[in-house]
């Protein structure tokens, strides 16, 4: 989202198309802008900086031979000019379930992400592969402890004024993919996310961005959803701030996958359905709390804080399917309010 209340959100589903709505309007409609010329892809970080918004990354086909590979390419929008422009940089890793959080106009922090040789080489060897040695292929791949994947721990900070790189250091834990991350009164969070294909971690760090130093702090954990003995952990779950409540929702996990990862079992979400998940979590008072159900199960999609506002755009059902609506959270009184 611009400074001016104008949300932006394409690719993914949406191929290479991308879309506005000016939520200062009183008739809100999408507006569809020019489309993206880098090619579909999904899993980009989008984030407006010196208004412009810049996409990083991503993961994609080159075309419909090719197999899916991360991406390290950087491109920018200009909303006066209608136009698009490929920056002249690559990120120092490939950029695929990383996340990203705008810090002021000219810079943004970005870290997390899949390894991009090990990512590349696993979709290289399931498209060479014929159908008796699929399963030997996946199989091999996700039989390993999270260390072996190499997920990026290390924290980058892009500065979109003098095209640059900065490593501002690394995570306190392991790397993840698929985190959620919100900047709030120069306060980060970084929650939760995949430890490796299938095990997510109920982990929340928190970390203070002062004098353009990150100085990590205390972590704490998201609760068992009601009726769980311990959490999972998600996944392309949605977040941000409403009357200065913390809100997490949705995403995805594989339950029981933790507890086969503790007993050794490395391919840990092996013969477990894939869930996506419901329940909001609200942190208040410094303690993570339970707050409610969202309208359906939803994850992966975009959320964007506006005033007091959380909005979920678009997403995956509990089928998988993308859908297209746009929910928001709200806290008052105490109270979730979901629209």
């Known amino acids: 989202m611009d400074n001016n209340g104008v949300i932006y959100v394409g690719l993914g589903t949406a191929g290479t198309s991308w879309y506005k709505i000016d939520l200062k309007k009183q008739h809100k409609d999408w507006e569809r802008i020019k489309s993206f010329p880098g090619g579909a892809r999904e899993q980009s970080v989008s984030v407006f900086l010196n208004d412009k918004l810049y996409v990083f990354g991503g993961v994609g086909k080159k075309n419909s031979e090719s197999p ?3 991406y390290s390419d950087v491109y920018k929008y200009s909303p006066v000019k209608n136009t698009w422009q490929k920056v002249d940089t690559i990120s120092p890793v490939g950029l695929t379930g990383h996340t990203g959080v705008k810090l002021n106009e000219t810079m943004v922090l970005i870290t997390g992400g899949v390894n991009e040789h090990i990512f590349d080489k696993y979709f290289i060897d399931i498209a060479a592969a014929d159908e008796s040695e699929k399963n030997k292929v996946i199989y091999n ?3 390993k402890p999270a260390k072996d994947y190499f997920f990026n721990k290390i924290v980058f900070i892009y500065n979109a004024k003098e095209n640059t790189w900065k490593n501002a250091g690394e995570l306190p834990g392991a790397g993840t993919a698929g985190s959620s991350s919100v900047m709030e009164n120069n306060f980060l969070m970084l929650i939760n996310g995949e430890l490796k294909p299938g095990l997510r971690t109920d982990v929340i760090y928190r970390a203070m ?4 130093k990150l ?19 998600l996944a392309g779950a949605f977040s941000g701030y409403s009357h200065g ?3 997490v929702g949705g995403g995805a996990n594989f339950p029981g996958a ?14 477990i359905n894939k869930k996506w998940r419901d329940e909001v979590y609200g942190l208040i008072n410094g303690h993570w709390q339970y707050m409610g159900k969202m309208k359906q199960p939803l994850g992966y999609g975009v959320s964007v804080s506006y005033g007091d506002e959380v909005f979920l755009i678009g997403g995956e059902n509990a089928k998988g399917k993308p859908v297209s609506s746009v929910t928001s959270f709200t806290m008052r009184d105490g109270n979730l309010l979901i629209k």
């Open 141 to 143: 791949y996700f039989n």
């Open 215 to 233: 100085t990590w702090l205390k972590n704490s954990q998201l609760p068992p959803s009601p009726g769980e003995q311990q959490q999972e952990g």
């Open 209 to 212: 961005w002062d004098n353009d």
């Open 245 to 247: 409540v913390l809100l």
């Open 258 to 271: 933790k507890q086969n990862y503790t007993n050794g079992k490395f391919y840990s979400h092996e013969g």
């Open 68 to 70: 899916l590979q991360v």
